[in-house]
């Protein structure tokens, strides 16, 4: 038996049950991870308070980093003592240990500690799938970014950045505005003292930008569509605020803009889009060009705390979990 963290009844952070679970052995293609690291991501609040759909009982969790003790029989390409990370698919990550399929997993490079490999392997593919290939950032773009000092946020500033993008940041209070303009924003807009999509109408001329990254949902989708520009993106990758209601075609008509409503899943389906897009996440975290901000760490066993403080925008960049046996 291994500590983990089941969801036995949807609703507030008091439902997330610390107790024992049983793991078991890896059957074919598949391996037994002892977890150092589970990054904590705002689906995980999705799935425990019943917006996105699971069958309960479950253990959540969608992101961890450890180390292999067990292969499947016949596996081959993975052993015992692999530092390996894994992001999305399957759920059951709250967990000292786990049994993954190989197929999941990447192998985590030296230069890249286990702590920073859970904080950014879901949200720096997420960064990577928008600003690359959702819609792909250019120099010469001026984009804006919601939640800006959050998880993904943090990594979508710098990114851009790096990018040549001219970045716009919203967020909600002065020290976010702070670590946004650290992470490379040109413009930080504070949204609840200032009428976002005034303020981006004046710093771009009244032109609008090319894409809006709204991870934000339902209390900033107006607002954001008003801030694009003709034939502008806009990239609905969330709703923190609460799910955004049916959008008429008219809505998008004045401005001929592309609306769309993106998962970093969808854009790691197969092995080798998987394997590119961690790689080049990995590659721009060891070069230096992301700094991963590990704002926040609580053992597994407060990871009720934890989604308090991340549901009440308490939390800033990355909250990684640590399981209590580590
Ligand atoms: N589509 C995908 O594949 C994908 C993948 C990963 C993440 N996501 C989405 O990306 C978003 C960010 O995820 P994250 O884990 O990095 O979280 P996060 O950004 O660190 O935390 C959420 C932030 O959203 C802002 N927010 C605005 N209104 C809020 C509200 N009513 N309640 C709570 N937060 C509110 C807050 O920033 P301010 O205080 O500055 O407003 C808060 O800090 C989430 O919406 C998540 O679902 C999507």
Known sequence: MVKGVRVYEL????????EDVEVGEPGEGEVRVKIDAIGLNFIDVYFRTGVYKADLPFILGREAVGVVTAVGPGLTGRKVGDRVAYAG???GSYCEEMVLPANV?????DAVDSITAAAVMLKGMTAQFLLRRCFKVEPGHTILIHAAAGGVGSLLCQWANALGAVVIGCVSNKEKAAQAVEDGCHHVIIYKEQDFVERVKDITDGKGVQVVYDSVGKDTFQGSLACLSLRGYMVCYGQSSGVIGPVPLSALAAKSIFLTRPSMMHYTT???ELLSTAGELFAEVASGVLKVRVNQTY???QVAQAHADLEARKTTGSTVLLPDSV
Do not use: A, F, I, Q
């Open 11 to 18: 609703g507030g952070p008091e439902v997330l049950k610390y």
């Open 89 to 91: 698919n399957p759920m």
């Open 105 to 109: 997993l990447v192998s985590v490079p």
């Open 270 to 272: 197969t092995r080798d």
């Open 299 to 301: 053992p597994l066993s």
